[in-house]
C-alpha cells in the first residue's frame, strides 16, 4: 500500500523561482528518499536523509526530515525549465531499508 | 555505480500471451530485487520483493499465479506476466539491492502494452 502522501499534487513556477514540494509518510523509517522522474522514463535518485538526520544539502537541492511529525520536504533553489519532471518521496522502513514505498509524487513545471 | 539493466525497454504483446521482464544488477550481486508497477500519471506501486533462491514475496493485491518471479540468480530475477489483459499495460520498474547497499537501483522500466 502506498505510504507517503505528497503536496502540492501538480506545481508550476517560473524558471529561476524555488520549488517547494512536502511528503507525509505513516510508519517509523530508515532513511527517506527523493527521487525524479521525467514523464516515462525511468527514476533518478536526487538524495537519501537518514531518520536521525534533520537536513540534508546536494547542489540545488535541500531535504528536510522531520520524524516527529513525519514528514520531510524537497527544495529546488533557482529552478531551471530542465527540473520539470514528476518528483516522489520514498520511505525505507527500519526492517527492511531496501524495500521503498513510494508518495504520490508531485508534478513540477518550469515555465522558461 | 550499481547498474541495473532492464530489458526490453518496450514491449507490445496481444492479449493472453505471456511476456517476461528480465532485470539484471550488472557490477554488484543483488540480494535483493523488488518490483514496481506505475499506471499513467500515478506513483510506483511495490508488487513482490525477491530474495535469490527463495520465493517471492508478494504485496497484498498482487496475484502471484499472475506475475510469476524468479530470482534465479545474484544478477537477475525475471517478472512474467502471464495472460496478459489490456488492464495489465503499465510501466514496470524493478530494483535491486545488495549486502552493503544503502538504497536500492533502479532500472530503467519496461513500458508493456496489451493489445
Known amino acids: 500500500s502506498q505510504q507517503g502522501e505528497e503536496d502540492p499534487q501538480a506545481l508550476s513556477i517560473q524558471e529561476g523561482e524555488n520549488a517547494t514540494m512536502n511528503c507525509s509518510y505513516k510508519t517509523s523509517i530508515n532513511n527517506l528518499q527523493w527521487y525524479r522522474q521525467n514523464s516515462g522514463r525511468g527514476l533518478v535518485h536526487l538524495i537519501l536523509i537518514r531518520s536521525n538526520e534533520r537536513e540534508k544539502h546536494s547542489g540545488r537541492l535541500r531535504v528536510t526530515l522531520d520524524t516527529s511529525k513525519k514528514s520531510s520536504s524537497l527544495l529546488i533553489t533557482a529552478s531551471r525549465a530542465a527540473d520539470t519532471a514528476s518528483y516522489f518521496c520514498?520511505?525505507?522502513?527500519?526492517?527492511?531499508?531496501?524495500?521503498?514505498?513510494f508518495g504520490s509524487g508531485t508534478r513540477l513545471l518550469v515555465r522558461p | 555505480g550499481a547498474v541495473v539493466s532492464q530489458h526490453p525497454s518496450r514491449v507490445i504483446c496481444k492479449s493472453g500471451t505471456s511476456v517476461k521482464i528480465e532485470c539484471r544488477s550488472l557490477?554488484?550481486?543483488?540480494?535483493?530485487m523488488f518490483w514496481y508497477r506505475q499506471f499513467p500519471k500515478q506513483s510506483l506501486m511495490l508488487m513482490a520483493t525477491?530474495?535469490?533462491?527463495?520465493?517471492?514475496?508478494?504485496e497484498q493485491g498482487v496475484e502471484k499465479d499472475k506475475f510469476l518471479i524468479n530470482h534465479a540468480s545474484l544478477t537477475l530475477s525475471t517478472l512474467t506476466v502471464t495472460s496478459a489483459h489490456p488492464e495489465d499495460s503499465s510501466f514496470y520498474i524493478c530494483?535491486?539491492?545488495?549486502?552493503?547497499?544503502?538504497?536500492?537501483?533502479f532500472g530503467n522500466g519496461t513500458r508493456l502494452t496489451v493489445t
Open positions: 530494483s535491486a539491492a545488495g549486502t552493503g547497499s544503502t538504497s536500492g537501483h
Open positions: 520514498a520511505t525505507a522502513k527500519m526492517d527492511s531499508s531496501y524495500k521503498l514505498i
Open positions: 525477491s530474495n535469490e533462491g527463495s520465493k517471492a514475496t508478494y
Open positions: 557490477d554488484f550481486q543483488a540480494t535483493t
